[in-house]
Protein backbone atom coordinates (compact mmCIF):
# COMPACT_ATOMS: atom_id res chain seq x y z
CA UNK A 1 0.00 0.00 0.00
CA UNK A 2 2.87 2.32 1.02
CA UNK A 3 5.02 1.65 -2.17
CA UNK A 4 2.01 2.19 -4.24
CA UNK A 5 1.71 5.74 -2.76
CA UNK A 6 4.98 6.18 -3.63
CA UNK A 7 5.10 5.19 -7.13
CA UNK A 8 2.03 7.24 -7.40
CA UNK A 9 4.10 10.39 -6.16
CA UNK A 10 6.61 9.86 -8.67
CA UNK A 11 4.30 9.73 -11.14
CA UNK A 12 2.65 12.99 -11.24
CA UNK A 13 5.28 15.44 -11.28
CA UNK A 14 6.38 13.39 -14.41
CA UNK A 15 3.21 14.13 -16.06
CA UNK A 16 3.70 17.70 -15.18
CA UNK A 17 6.93 18.37 -16.14
CA UNK A 18 6.20 16.72 -19.65
CA UNK A 19 2.95 18.97 -20.38
CA UNK A 20 4.79 22.38 -19.88
CA UNK A 21 8.17 22.99 -22.07
CA UNK A 22 7.03 23.05 -25.43
CA UNK A 23 5.20 26.52 -24.87
CA UNK A 24 7.51 29.36 -23.96
CA UNK A 25 10.45 29.82 -26.30
CA UNK A 26 8.11 29.06 -29.83
CA UNK A 27 9.34 32.54 -31.47
CA UNK A 28 12.62 31.76 -32.38
CA UNK A 29 11.65 28.84 -34.37
CA UNK A 30 8.70 30.84 -35.47
CA UNK A 31 11.20 33.63 -36.69
CA UNK A 32 13.22 31.44 -38.41
CA UNK A 33 10.58 29.99 -40.24
CA UNK A 34 9.78 33.58 -41.42
CA UNK A 35 13.15 34.04 -42.39
CA UNK A 36 12.99 30.50 -44.68
CA UNK A 37 9.74 32.08 -46.35
CA UNK A 38 11.51 35.16 -46.96
CA UNK A 39 14.86 32.74 -48.39
CA UNK A 40 12.09 31.68 -50.73
CA UNK A 41 11.01 34.76 -52.41
CA UNK A 42 14.86 35.81 -53.01
CA UNK A 43 15.75 32.39 -54.55
CA UNK A 44 12.83 33.14 -56.85
CA UNK A 45 13.79 36.70 -57.51
CA UNK A 46 17.31 34.96 -57.94
CA UNK A 47 15.49 32.63 -60.59
CA UNK A 48 14.37 35.29 -62.12
CA UNK A 49 17.08 37.05 -62.87
CA UNK A 50 19.67 34.15 -63.64
CA UNK A 51 16.94 33.92 -67.04
CA UNK A 52 16.61 37.20 -67.54
CA UNK A 53 19.94 38.71 -66.81
CA UNK A 54 21.49 38.09 -70.31
CA UNK A 55 18.36 39.76 -72.06
CA UNK A 56 19.81 43.49 -72.37
CA UNK A 57 17.19 44.90 -75.14
CA UNK A 58 20.46 45.88 -76.98
CA UNK A 59 20.67 48.37 -73.85
CA UNK A 60 23.78 48.80 -71.42
CA UNK A 61 25.10 45.70 -70.29
CA UNK A 62 26.44 44.80 -66.05
CA UNK A 63 29.96 45.79 -67.42
CA UNK A 64 28.73 49.56 -68.10
CA UNK A 65 26.77 49.60 -65.79
CA UNK A 66 28.43 48.33 -62.46
CA UNK A 67 31.02 49.92 -60.73
CA UNK A 68 32.77 46.89 -58.66
CA UNK A 69 34.83 49.26 -56.59
CA UNK A 70 31.69 51.01 -55.30
CA UNK A 71 29.93 47.19 -54.55
CA UNK A 72 32.91 45.76 -52.96
CA UNK A 73 32.84 49.21 -50.76
CA UNK A 74 29.13 48.01 -49.80
CA UNK A 75 29.86 44.89 -49.10
CA UNK A 76 31.96 45.58 -46.14
CA UNK A 77 29.57 48.11 -44.82
CA UNK A 78 27.30 45.38 -44.24
CA UNK A 79 30.12 43.08 -42.80
CA UNK A 80 30.97 45.31 -40.71
CA UNK A 81 26.80 45.86 -39.79
CA UNK A 82 26.78 41.87 -39.00
CA UNK A 83 30.16 42.08 -36.83
CA UNK A 84 29.03 45.13 -34.78
CA UNK A 85 25.62 43.63 -34.51
CA UNK A 86 27.57 40.87 -32.96
CA UNK A 87 29.18 43.00 -30.13
CA UNK A 88 25.75 44.41 -29.55
CA UNK A 89 24.47 40.78 -28.84
CA UNK A 90 27.12 40.27 -26.90
CA UNK A 91 27.42 43.26 -24.95
CA UNK A 92 23.32 42.33 -24.47
CA UNK A 93 24.57 38.99 -23.32
CA UNK A 94 26.71 40.67 -19.81
CA UNK A 95 23.54 43.16 -19.58
CA UNK A 96 25.19 45.98 -20.40
CA UNK A 97 22.82 48.40 -21.73
CA UNK A 98 25.07 51.54 -22.73
CA UNK A 99 27.54 49.19 -24.52
CA UNK A 100 24.43 47.56 -26.26
CA UNK A 101 22.71 50.67 -27.54
CA UNK A 102 26.01 52.03 -28.88
CA UNK A 103 26.85 49.00 -31.20
CA UNK A 104 23.31 48.93 -31.94
CA UNK A 105 24.05 52.40 -33.16
CA UNK A 106 27.35 51.95 -35.10
CA UNK A 107 25.42 48.93 -36.98
CA UNK A 108 22.71 51.67 -37.86
CA UNK A 109 24.91 53.61 -39.72
CA UNK A 110 26.73 51.34 -41.57
CA UNK A 111 23.26 49.74 -42.60
CA UNK A 112 22.35 53.41 -43.46
CA UNK A 113 25.57 53.68 -45.37
CA UNK A 114 24.61 50.81 -47.52
CA UNK A 115 20.85 51.65 -47.76
CA UNK A 116 22.77 55.26 -49.22
CA UNK A 117 25.33 53.80 -51.33
CA UNK A 118 22.72 51.47 -53.09
CA UNK A 119 20.59 54.62 -53.56
CA UNK A 120 23.31 56.82 -55.18
CA UNK A 121 23.98 53.83 -57.34
CA UNK A 122 20.43 53.12 -58.28
CA UNK A 123 20.18 57.25 -59.06
CA UNK A 124 23.29 56.90 -61.22
CA UNK A 125 21.84 54.19 -63.19
CA UNK A 126 18.51 55.76 -63.95
CA UNK A 127 20.28 58.95 -64.47
CA UNK A 128 22.23 57.17 -67.59
CA UNK A 129 18.82 55.96 -69.14
CA UNK A 130 19.71 52.77 -67.41
CA UNK A 131 16.49 52.43 -65.22
CA UNK A 132 14.47 49.19 -64.69
CA UNK A 133 12.36 49.82 -67.36
CA UNK A 134 15.04 49.39 -70.05
CA UNK A 135 15.90 46.17 -70.23
CA UNK A 136 14.57 42.50 -68.67
CA UNK A 137 18.13 42.41 -67.18
CA UNK A 138 17.70 45.65 -65.80
CA UNK A 139 13.84 45.05 -64.60
CA UNK A 140 15.36 42.05 -62.57
CA UNK A 141 18.83 43.57 -61.33
CA UNK A 142 16.51 46.54 -59.95
CA UNK A 143 13.79 43.78 -58.50
CA UNK A 144 16.53 41.51 -56.44
CA UNK A 145 18.51 44.16 -55.29
CA UNK A 146 15.72 46.57 -54.34
CA UNK A 147 14.05 44.21 -52.42
CA UNK A 148 17.44 43.35 -50.71
CA UNK A 149 17.74 46.86 -50.27
CA UNK A 150 14.26 47.08 -48.91
CA UNK A 151 14.84 44.90 -46.28
CA UNK A 152 17.77 46.68 -45.46
CA UNK A 153 15.90 50.01 -44.93
CA UNK A 154 12.99 47.89 -42.90
CA UNK A 155 15.89 46.04 -40.71
CA UNK A 156 17.07 49.62 -39.76
CA UNK A 157 13.82 51.15 -38.84
CA UNK A 158 13.29 48.25 -36.42
CA UNK A 159 16.78 48.72 -34.69
CA UNK A 160 15.95 51.84 -34.11
CA UNK A 161 12.59 50.90 -32.91
CA UNK A 162 14.47 48.82 -30.14
CA UNK A 163 17.13 51.04 -29.75
CA UNK A 164 14.27 53.38 -28.33
CA UNK A 165 12.45 50.51 -26.58
CA UNK A 166 16.22 49.27 -25.05
CA UNK A 167 16.56 53.06 -24.12
CA UNK A 168 13.11 53.37 -22.15
CA UNK A 169 12.84 49.84 -20.71
CA UNK A 170 16.08 48.68 -20.48
CA UNK A 171 17.37 45.31 -21.02
CA UNK A 172 14.35 42.87 -20.17
CA UNK A 173 13.90 39.41 -21.47
CA UNK A 174 10.85 40.86 -23.75
CA UNK A 175 13.27 43.41 -25.67
CA UNK A 176 16.34 40.80 -25.47
CA UNK A 177 14.13 38.40 -27.47
CA UNK A 178 12.89 41.17 -29.94
CA UNK A 179 17.28 41.68 -30.42
CA UNK A 180 17.77 37.97 -30.89
CA UNK A 181 15.28 38.49 -33.84
CA UNK A 182 16.78 41.54 -35.08
CA UNK A 183 19.87 39.47 -34.88
CA UNK A 184 19.20 36.55 -37.09
CA UNK A 185 16.97 38.95 -39.61
CA UNK A 186 20.19 40.90 -40.36
CA UNK A 187 23.11 38.49 -40.45
CA UNK A 188 20.06 36.64 -43.21
CA UNK A 189 20.28 39.99 -45.07
CA UNK A 190 23.82 39.49 -45.10
CA UNK A 191 23.55 36.03 -46.21
CA UNK A 192 21.70 36.83 -49.00
CA UNK A 193 23.83 39.91 -50.07
CA UNK A 194 26.82 37.34 -50.93
CA UNK A 195 24.46 36.14 -53.37
CA UNK A 196 24.05 39.20 -54.57
CA UNK A 197 27.80 40.05 -55.37
CA UNK A 198 28.84 36.92 -56.38
CA UNK A 199 25.44 36.01 -59.19
CA UNK A 200 24.62 39.50 -60.16
CA UNK A 201 27.65 41.51 -59.93
CA UNK A 202 30.50 39.63 -60.24
CA UNK A 203 29.26 36.95 -62.54
CA UNK A 204 27.57 39.79 -64.59
CA UNK A 205 30.67 41.35 -65.20
CA UNK A 206 32.44 38.39 -66.33
CA UNK A 207 29.55 38.02 -69.15
CA UNK B 1 12.76 7.28 -15.52
CA UNK B 2 12.78 10.20 -12.20
CA UNK B 3 16.41 11.23 -13.60
CA UNK B 4 15.16 11.56 -17.05
CA UNK B 5 12.53 13.24 -15.60
CA UNK B 6 14.76 15.58 -13.76
CA UNK B 7 16.89 15.96 -16.32
CA UNK B 8 14.31 17.27 -18.05
CA UNK B 9 13.27 20.18 -16.05
CA UNK B 10 16.67 21.29 -15.64
CA UNK B 11 16.89 21.49 -19.30
CA UNK B 12 13.40 23.58 -19.03
CA UNK B 13 14.78 25.48 -16.34
CA UNK B 14 17.61 27.03 -18.28
CA UNK B 15 15.01 27.09 -21.29
CA UNK B 16 13.06 29.98 -19.33
CA UNK B 17 16.09 32.21 -18.13
CA UNK B 18 18.81 31.66 -20.63
CA UNK B 19 18.33 29.53 -23.01
CA UNK B 20 17.32 31.72 -26.09
CA UNK B 21 19.48 34.34 -24.58
CA UNK B 22 22.83 31.90 -24.25
CA UNK B 23 22.19 29.79 -27.14
CA UNK B 24 21.62 33.14 -29.82
CA UNK B 25 25.29 34.70 -29.68
CA UNK B 26 28.09 33.01 -28.94
CA UNK B 27 31.55 34.40 -28.09
CA UNK B 28 33.93 37.47 -28.99
CA UNK B 29 36.03 34.59 -30.40
CA UNK B 30 33.03 32.85 -32.71
CA UNK B 31 32.20 36.36 -34.03
CA UNK B 32 36.00 37.30 -34.89
CA UNK B 33 36.49 34.22 -36.69
CA UNK B 34 33.57 34.65 -38.90
CA UNK B 35 34.29 38.30 -39.83
CA UNK B 36 37.78 37.54 -40.57
CA UNK B 37 37.06 34.49 -42.71
CA UNK B 38 34.29 36.24 -44.54
CA UNK B 39 36.27 39.19 -45.47
CA UNK B 40 39.07 37.00 -46.65
CA UNK B 41 36.14 34.71 -48.62
CA UNK B 42 35.16 38.33 -49.91
CA UNK B 43 38.59 39.67 -51.25
CA UNK B 44 39.12 36.25 -53.15
CA UNK B 45 35.97 36.62 -55.62
CA UNK B 46 36.77 40.57 -56.24
CA UNK B 47 40.02 39.87 -56.63
CA UNK B 48 39.55 37.15 -59.08
CA UNK B 49 37.28 39.56 -61.02
CA UNK B 50 38.36 42.95 -60.99
CA UNK B 51 42.27 41.74 -60.95
CA UNK B 52 41.06 38.99 -64.14
CA UNK B 53 43.78 36.68 -62.36
CA UNK B 54 42.08 33.59 -64.03
CA UNK B 55 41.83 33.69 -67.52
CA UNK B 56 38.85 31.45 -68.56
CA UNK B 57 35.61 33.31 -67.57
CA UNK B 58 34.38 29.76 -66.64
CA UNK B 59 36.86 29.29 -63.88
CA UNK B 60 36.34 32.23 -62.41
CA UNK B 61 32.93 32.06 -62.48
CA UNK B 62 33.25 28.61 -60.78
CA UNK B 63 35.46 29.38 -58.48
CA UNK B 64 33.48 32.38 -57.47
CA UNK B 65 30.27 30.06 -56.99
CA UNK B 66 31.92 27.78 -54.68
CA UNK B 67 33.62 31.09 -52.35
CA UNK B 68 29.99 32.37 -51.76
CA UNK B 69 28.66 29.07 -50.77
CA UNK B 70 31.94 28.76 -48.55
CA UNK B 71 30.75 32.02 -47.55
CA UNK B 72 27.36 31.59 -46.89
CA UNK B 73 28.31 27.96 -44.76
CA UNK B 74 30.51 30.61 -42.16
CA UNK B 75 28.01 32.97 -42.06
CA UNK B 76 25.31 29.98 -41.01
CA UNK B 77 28.06 28.68 -38.30
CA UNK B 78 29.72 31.84 -37.16
CA UNK B 79 26.77 34.77 -37.55
CA UNK B 80 23.32 32.78 -37.46
CA UNK B 81 24.74 29.86 -34.90
CA UNK B 82 23.05 27.15 -36.82
CA UNK B 83 23.92 23.71 -35.43
CA UNK B 84 21.52 20.35 -35.67
CA UNK B 85 20.71 20.36 -31.56
CA UNK B 86 18.46 24.67 -31.92
CA UNK B 87 15.23 24.38 -30.99
CA UNK B 88 15.28 20.52 -31.14
CA UNK B 89 16.84 20.29 -34.42
CA UNK B 90 14.10 22.00 -36.25
CA UNK B 91 15.87 24.80 -37.15
CA UNK B 92 18.06 22.35 -39.61
CA UNK B 93 15.12 20.54 -40.75
CA UNK B 94 13.27 24.20 -41.92
CA UNK B 95 16.97 25.47 -43.46
CA UNK B 96 17.35 22.15 -44.69
CA UNK B 97 13.91 21.60 -46.40
CA UNK B 98 14.06 25.52 -48.12
CA UNK B 99 17.64 24.54 -49.54
CA UNK B 100 16.16 21.68 -51.34
CA UNK B 101 13.02 24.39 -52.36
CA UNK B 102 15.42 27.16 -53.28
CA UNK B 103 17.74 24.17 -55.42
CA UNK B 104 14.77 23.11 -57.00
CA UNK B 105 13.22 27.20 -58.02
CA UNK B 106 16.91 27.76 -59.28
CA UNK B 107 17.91 25.31 -61.16
CA UNK B 108 15.01 24.03 -62.64
CA UNK B 109 14.05 27.88 -63.95
CA UNK B 110 17.25 28.02 -65.15
CA UNK B 111 17.23 24.39 -66.86
CA UNK B 112 13.55 24.93 -68.21
CA UNK B 113 14.16 28.24 -69.35
CA UNK B 114 17.37 27.40 -71.27
CA UNK B 115 15.70 24.36 -73.14
CA UNK B 116 13.02 27.11 -74.05
CA UNK B 117 15.48 29.41 -75.65
CA UNK B 118 17.46 26.56 -77.20
CA UNK B 119 14.29 24.77 -78.76
CA UNK B 120 12.28 28.05 -79.62
CA UNK B 121 15.12 30.93 -80.70
CA UNK B 122 16.15 29.28 -84.01
CA UNK B 123 13.15 28.58 -85.31
CA UNK B 124 12.03 32.42 -84.57
CA UNK B 125 13.23 33.11 -88.10
CA UNK B 126 12.33 36.40 -89.61
CA UNK B 127 10.16 34.51 -91.75
CA UNK B 128 8.17 32.83 -89.27
CA UNK B 129 7.85 36.22 -87.08
CA UNK B 130 5.69 37.96 -90.27
CA UNK B 131 3.45 34.50 -90.98
CA UNK B 132 2.23 33.96 -86.98
CA UNK B 133 -0.82 35.06 -86.66
Redesign the interface.
Known amino acids: MATQTAVHETQTPVFLAKEEPHAPSSTMLGFWIYLMSDCLIFAVLFATHGVLGRNYAAGPGPKELFDLPLVAINTSMLLFSSITYGFAMLAMAKDKKQATLVWLGITGLFGAAFVGLELFEFSHMIMEGAGPQRSAFLSSFFTLVGTHGTHVTVGIIWLITLMVQVGKYGLGAANKRRLMCLSLFWHFLDVIWIGVFSFVYLMGVLG | ??SH?TE??T??DG??HG????E?????KE??T??IL??IL?AI??WL??GDVISS?TG??LA??L??VV??VV??IY??HMNSK??GG??ML??I??IV??AI??S???WV?YHLNTNMMPAMTEGMMKTMP
Open positions: MTAHSGHHDHTETGHGSFYLGFSVTPFVMPTAVMLAQIHMFLSEWTALFTIVAIGSLM
